[in-house]
């Protein structure tokens, strides 16, 4: 794997065995050496199933297809052939978003949310800090849950999405942005999620094969510029946002201007939060934020 080109080949490597082993229930070392004896068959099986998926990972696979697993904010959610695979980068989105919110928010919407781990990992995140509250002499109560409402347009995306958002009372719609959302979340939303395609057309055939050949383009290509997507959510967010509400969306570090012009011409407050971290993962994160009359002393 390393001579192929796989940077981490030896954590790749132990994750593929472990996969194996509990997929065949052989142990990891059996199914990389595998013994010869009849009694020995499910070692050999083991070690045909790892041969294989070391030359589909060699082939340009991404990782986490094989694995049917991807790990993000501390969390593993399921992802398989022909879904996005969430980045490393994309956990800034979900800190932002955690560190911005207050504890009483009730409703998250995650737009283009792939498999849902973007979602699910704010709404767990803040259902983590309502609770349980206790009283002295009273057994701690759990906080209300987050209404979490996600969607997407891709039917394999949406799968892995209610297979991991459904544990959370959390509800995936299939279709177009905002479209398959339920009216009732109109004015509402209190955190709105958007992990949209933000590539140029142009820069898809220069990304890495795990991206380029196995992953939708339409979760990728996000027009001549990368915003074309982006424009429209922006533009309706306002009618989804309850005052003082959030949207939060990452860019690529040379999009930041012609992001905040979508955001001003919104009537929403843009700010941007950026991966300082030397030896982290990057990421370029866009808040926008709706208009709080309260806070600005207006009507309540």
């Given at each position: 794997m390393r001579a192929a080109g796989c940077v981490f080949a030896e954590d790749e490597a132990r994750l593929l065995l472990e996969h194996v082993g509990r997929t065949t229930g052989a142990a990891p070392a059996a199914a990389a050496a595998p013994?010869?004896?009849?009694?020995?068959?499910p070692e050999a099986a083991a070690a045909d199933e790892l041969a294989v998926l070391v030359a589909r990972r060699v082939a340009g696979e991404p990782l986490e297809h094989l694995l049917g697993w991807v790990e993000l904010a501390g969390h593993r959610w399921s992802v398989g052939p022909g879904v996005f695979v969430p980045r490393r980068r994309t956990e800034l989105m979900v800190r932002t978003a955690l560190q911005g919110t207050p504890r009483a928010a009730e409703v998250v919407?995650?737009?283009?949310?792939?498999?849902?781990?973007?979602?699910?990992?704010?709404?767990?995140?803040?259902?983590?800090?309502?609770?349980?509250?206790?009283?002295?002499?009273?057994?701690?109560?759990?906080?209300?849950?987050?209404?979490?409402?996600?969607s997407d347009v891709d039917a394999a995306a949406v799968t892995h999405a209610r297979r991991n958002l459904a544990p959370l009372g959390g509800t995936v719609h299939q279709g177009d942005l905002f479209d398959p959302l339920p009216a009732h979340l109109r004015g509402g939303v209190d955190v709105l999620l958007c992990h949209a395609p933000y590539v140029p057309t142009a820069a898809i055939p220069g990304m890495p094969p795990e991206a380029r050949d196995h992953e939708p383009v339409a979760a990728l290509d996000g027009g001549t510029d990368g915003l074309d997507v982006l424009r429209r959510v922006v533009a309706a967010a306002p009618g989804w946002l309850r005052p003082g509400g959030r949207l939060l969306f990452e860019v690529g570090s040379d999009?930041?201007?012609?992001?905040?012009?979508?955001?001003?011409a919104a009537a929403l407050v843009g700010h941007v939060v950026r991966d300082e971290d030397d030896d982290g993962p990057g990421g370029t994160v866009v808040v926008a934020t709706a208009a709080d009359a309260s806070a600005a002393g207006g009507p309540a």
């Open positions: 013994e010869t004896a009849p009694e020995a068959a919407v995650d737009l283009c949310c792939g498999c849902g781990a973007v979602g699910g990992a704010v709404a767990l995140g803040l259902q983590g800090r309502r609770g349980p509250r206790t009283r002295p002499g009273r057994p701690g109560r759990p906080g209300r849950p987050v209404e979490l409402h996600a999009q930041v201007d012609g992001a905040l012009a979508l955001v001003a």
